[in-house]
């Protein structure tokens, strides 16, 4: 039901409150709003006056002459210039807070494509059709307000090259697993519509790399192709930038250094979608542009990562239990363990985000404690090396915890503190592993427990771990 509101306006005012309205874009948020008036001069002013460029322009004269070549290098545009790369970067990092100056990097520039898979969802498929033509609405030059369709036209000859920059986390879940991007060329040979699907793999796990595939030479007749971004049976992050789709000497994917990939259609593009349009993403999945600060997705992968402990070890069953089960005795001490933690030692946590899934449902209020295992390099659980028997970290946070709907994932407040303290460690190594504890603390009741899933259940419910940082 749509959301409305009323406001009485005095007669004498109405037609100046009239004048200041505008429709604004209904493929967006439908919506009146005021209208963008002429700026004063004080306002530009102002707005000169926050605007990044100064700072920019100071940290670009300090820089040496390789230095800035080295920014020229890195821009993915035909024609080269590293002061536009940098400006563009370092604007995002004021931005956002970040400090420093990023090194230039050859796989990406000031923002990437993102895929999230988390939760219960196990897939995504996206796609960006590119047909022999299409409308598009363009605005008509002289002409307040006024637009008219204008007739867009790819004529498609093979081969067609496919290209993309990919960093990949993503953890199988079930089988057949894979992440790929593809065509599907739709040619006509001999009276029928063939389709050819042209396939880049891309890995699992993977630092920053390239991956290129050109089509065949095809018999008959290629009319259109469509592209897609497909994960399958898999959880975890996907990054990628700089996608091209090449032929007849020209790049024809739209958003090639995602900016916007999950803009689909709007007023210029109401026939086909302007970036990515979704195919299939349950809830749990999501696509977006962001800038690429460090970011680190891990799950627990085996059956002895994730355990209680509770005078012994359990980690056979499908739940794990959190809170009391009893008396002294029966304070339970959980252990979740994340492998191959690729953060270097004395980086700085910006967020660290643990999620878990509710395995029952519960109205019981508890509270507990989350801390981590103060060792280097965090080995899994045993009969003989239980979470009870480890030292905790000096830094913790509390989580307390409430309604909780079987089949939900919940998540304690961010962890930063407690992951920063690991990776500070003397010993830390990148690729390390680390553990995090779950504990009862008072005053929660010493005959109340809440059941979470384990990797024992099934792949995909295992605790998972997000952690974003920088150096």
């Keep these: 039901m749509a959301k409305t509101s ?44 926050r605007s990044s460029l100064s700072i920019c322009k100071d940290l670009w004269r300090a820089m040496s002459s390789a230095e800035q070549s080295a920014w020229k290098s890195v821009d993915p545009h035909p ?54 033509s299409y409308w598009v609405s363009h605005k008509v030059t002289g002409k307040k307000g006024m637009y008219e369709p204008v007739l867009v036209t790819e004529e498609f000859y093979s081969p067609l090259d496919l290209s993309l920059n990919y960093k990949s986390q993503l953890f199988s879940v079930g089988s057949g697993a894979f992440a790929r991007l593809y065509a599907t060329v739709r040619h006509l040979y001999q009276g029928l519509n063939l389709d050819y699907d042209q396939i880049i793999e891309l890995d699992l796990l993977s630092d920053w790399k390239s991956g290129l595939l050109s089509t065949p030479a095809l018999s008959g007749l290629a009319i259109f192709y469509n592209l897609f971004i497909h994960l399958y049976n898999v959880q975890g992050v996907l990054r990628f930038d700089n996608i091209k789709a090449e032929h007849s000497g020209s790049n024809w994917a739209r958003d090639t250094y995602c900016k916007n990939i999950n803009q689909a259609f709007t007023r210029a593009f109401y026939q086909i979608p302007a970036n990515w349009g979704v195919v299939t993403m349950p809830e749990g999945a999501d696509y977006d542009s962001i800038y690429p600060t460090d970011c680190l997705f891990r799950k627990v992968t085996q059956d002895s990562d994730d355990c209680f402990d509770l005078g012994s070890v359990y980690h056979d069953d499908w739940y794990l239990k959190i809170g009391s089960d009893g008396g002294s005795l029966g304070h339970i001490k959980t252990g979740l363990r994340f492998q191959d933690v690729k953060i270097p030692k004395s980086a700085i946590i910006d967020s660290a985000v643990l999620s878990v899934r509710a395995d029952s449902n519960s109205n019981l209020k508890l509270y507990l404690k989350i801390t981590g295992d103060s060792q280097d390099n965090s080995p899994t659980f045993s009969d003989g090396d239980s979470p009870t028997d480890r030292s905790d970290t000096t830094a913790f946070v509390n989580w307390d915890t409430t309604n909780w709907i079987s089949g939900q994932y919940y998540s304690p407040p961010d962890l930063k503190d407690v992951i920063q303290e690991i ?49």
């Design 423 to 471: 990776v500070n460690r003397a010993g830390w190594s990148l690729g390390n592993d680390l553990s995090l504890f779950v504990s009862w603390r008072s005053p929660s009741n010493e005959w109340e427990y809440n059941a979470i899933s384990a990797h024992n259940s099934a792949q995909k419910y295992g605790a998972k771990l997000i952690v974003n940082y920088h150096t």
């Design 79 to 132: 024609r080269q210039h590293g002061w536009r790369t940098f400006v563009a970067d370092q604007c995002k990092r004021i931005k956002y807070g970040l400090e420093g100056i990023v090194t230039p990097n050859q796989y990406h520039q000031d923002m990437v494509g993102e895929i999230l898979i988390q939760d219960d969802a196990t897939e995504i498929k996206l796609t960006q059709p590119h047909p022999q």
């Design 6 to 49: 009323y406001l009485q306006i005095s007669p004498e005012i109405i037609d100046d409150y009239n004048d200041g309205l505008q429709s604004a874009d209904r493929f967006i948020i439908p919506r009146i709003r005021v209208k963008n008036l002429i700026l004063s001069r004080k306002k530009v002013k102002n707005l000169t006056g």
